[in-house]
């Protein structure tokens, strides 16, 4: 990168030199700026590392495509595809992605605007879990690493309290500073106090009249479900309302 | 005429003394409707509901990727209620609990339509399908109805009401503009059919209706097989390559920002006794001596 710098700055020195030329001329002629454009375009190109350079059209998607119905691309990247992959890629990776969500956005910012219809809306969907699943092979590799050269002792969770006093577990992180350096966390999770446990039986309280009403419900839909359908087995049943098909 | 309508006007609503002028007078206020009124009794009815946590679990064909799933359920949100942030209590939702589905697939105008909030819809009790069985393209006898003993090939199948739609069978013709003078015009629309009852797939050796099974070939492949000849009903060839967001894998071509299939099975990954960052780090040519810091869990 250092060096890269090294190369570019006097181009860039040349480059402000050319622009506050082009100024000058523009304000004389303005035929002559294409002429004394072309170097500070050139200047601009090493910073790119893709190979299509429309500048601020990247935002927009190829003219060909404006207004069409329906615009077709293949299915988004899988965790085992992007496992085959080396860092480097998945970087790259990364930011052809990211290019192509930015894309996608102003897009349909510009179709809403015009009170048009956005084009084939899944595809934020597909961009977005192939970014979802590269992060996925990153977090792993990374693990594999930590397991190897920092082991740590990792505990699940326990069960603790919220500032309101409720109990729930809680899943582990991982945390720069200790506990009780932690501010936001001392703040989310203060010392029980007395007070709290009226209002925390009420709320108990509620939670279980919850629980009794579902169990009401489910037991009520079974019925239903068995007078519809006489030949259904109580193992059907179960196997039904275990897998929330209803 | 006109002169006994003007005199009520005034007696009525000038002149009277229970409803005066400032009572029903529009002139320089905010509210000139009665739509404040309406959307506030709307927004409380709905509040009585219990606002929505989740939207019903979906059943879909083959999940090949995860993805046109979280774009359905993106899609029946956005047309079915609103999100909103509240200072305490954090995301809140007001809207249709559940939704209704029917012939037309959720992500349509149509079905927008038939599940926005002033439109109310009976819960279906559906009899539990184990193992689905039949798919687009195949051919079934229908049971019921008065095209019973017919033969036809399917055309859609709906897994979250268990229906089925047999092309140019099972159909119910309407008259479009139809006046005293003129007989219009007839509207062919097929009807819905129950997987579970009303149709049967038919054995390919016999052309008649059997019941069908789940089993394993010799190779391990998972067939259907006729259990009254133990003949394999295949599936067809536009049910297996399509994916459950529709696309053909088979006959999909290659669009221009696809990613080659050569490219996409290359192996360049090597591994190295480094993170992520590490790695790209090494390749940058930047230099990272610091200690690594000491983390907690908790």
Redesign the interface.
Known sequence: MATAMKIISPLMRNAIAFSSKVCILAKQTHFKINIVANPLRVVTCAFHTSTSQRGLMEFFEEKNMWGEDKIKCGRPWRIDELRLKSSEDLHKLWYVLLKERNMLMTMEHEYVRECELFPSPERMEKVEHSMENLLEVIKERDEAYNMLEHPQTKPEGRVVRNALGIKYFRKCREQAVPMHVNKTYRLLHPPYEKWKGKYLSLYYEKRRLEKRKAAKRELRNRRKLQEKYPHLTEDDLDAAFDNKIQ | MLLSLVEYMRRQWIENETFTMKSWCVYQRTTRTNNDVEDFLRLCSLKCHIVVSEI??M?LTQI?????K??IE??IKKSTGVEFWKPIQGWRRVGRKRWHYNEHRPWTDAAKDTNTIFRQHNKE????V?EWKIFKGDRVEILTGKDRGKQGIINSVVMERNWCFVEGLNCKYSAINKTSTSPGQMNKEEKPLLVTSEVSLVDPSDNKPTPVEWRYTEEGDKVRVSARTGRVIPISKTAEGE?E?Y?NAKT????E???REDE???????PK????EQ??FE????KDDRP??K????
């Open positions: 019903d679990i059943r090949t990727c995860s993805y046109f979280k774009y993106r899609e009790y559906l009899e539990p184990k994916a967001d696309v999909y071509q290659v669009q920002k696809d990613t996409l099975k290359k192996v360049t990954f090597k006794l480094t993170t992520f790695d790209i390749k940058m040519g930047i690594r810091a983390t907690y869990w908790y």
